[in-house]
């Protein structure tokens, strides 16, 4: 199975700031993952597939970058409905493992 | 509109058996491929497997190989997950999605909560 790592696992951050959440795989996955947002007692909503491409509706702020086995989420301006878990997961082969969140917290 | 409903939520004992349904709505059923997804109490999330509507391919992790069952029936746009003995160890909200291209899950159920206890 690949394995994905997440990094930070927690990150406290204001509203406006510029947010980075890393991913890294345990072996190349080309362009392969996608990024997910999920807000407590909800589904998990499609953010970025294939590392950089924006999934219909997904606001502009949020961006991806990386290939291979480095990974980037970027969101530009942090806005309220932001906080939330984020996870990766890569669609390069079965099972399709995702990482283990990182939670985004209000400072 | 696309949309996946999942049955309700269940309670049941150790060693009953149990089989979760999810149904699409608004898009080709037998054209993509269904995933399911657990999530622990406070946990992350776990890809489980894939199920293929159009012809029941599936694809299981080899940590759910064996102990759970996915089926599908394109006659009724309806996939399944099902379990013939439960623990308590599979209490958890379970998550059915849409599997779109390059393998990212589009659109989700809105998760039915199992839980075992005696």
């Known amino acids: 199975d690949i394995q994905m790592t997440q990094s930070p696992s927690s990150l406290s951050a204001s509203v406006g700031d510029r947010v980075t959440i890393t991913c890294r795989a345990s072996q190349s996955i080309s362009s392969y993952l996608n990024w997910y947002q999920q807000k407590p007692g909800k589904a998990p909503k499609l953010l970025i597939y294939?590392?950089?491409s924006l999934q219909s509706g997904v606001p502009s702020r949020f961006s991806g970058s990386g290939s291979g086995t480095d990974f980037t989420l970027t969101i530009s301006s942090l806005q309220p409905e932001d906080f939330a878990t984020y996870y990766c997961?890569?669609?390069?082969?079965?099972?399709?493992?995702f990482g283990q969140g990182t939670k985004l917290e209000i400072k | 509109e696309v949309q996946l409903e999942q049955s309700g939520a269940e309670v049941k004992k150790p060693g009953e058996s149990l089989k979760i349904s999810c149904k699409g709505s608004?898009?080709?059923?037998?054209?993509?491929?269904i995933g399911w997804v657990r999530q622990m109490p406070g946990k992350g999330l776990e890809w489980m497997g894939i199920?293929?509507?159009?012809?029941?391919?599936?694809r299981y992790s080899p940590s759910f190989q064996g102990q759970v069952t996915i089926s599908a029936d394109k006659s009724i746009s309806t996939a399944y997950l099902q379990w013939s003995s439960l623990e308590a160890s599979d209490t958890a909200m379970y998550y059915c999605?849409?599997?779109?291209?390059?393998?990212?899950?589009?659109?989700w159920g809105q998760g039915t909560l199992v839980t075992v206890s005696s």
């Open positions: 199920i293929s509507p159009d012809d029941s391919d599936t």
């Open positions: 997961q890569q669609s390069y082969s079965t099972p399709r493992t």
């Open positions: 608004g898009y080709s059923f037998s054209s993509y491929w």
């Open positions: 999605a849409r599997q779109a291209g390059a393998a990212a899950f589009d659109y």
């Open positions: 294939v590392a950089s």
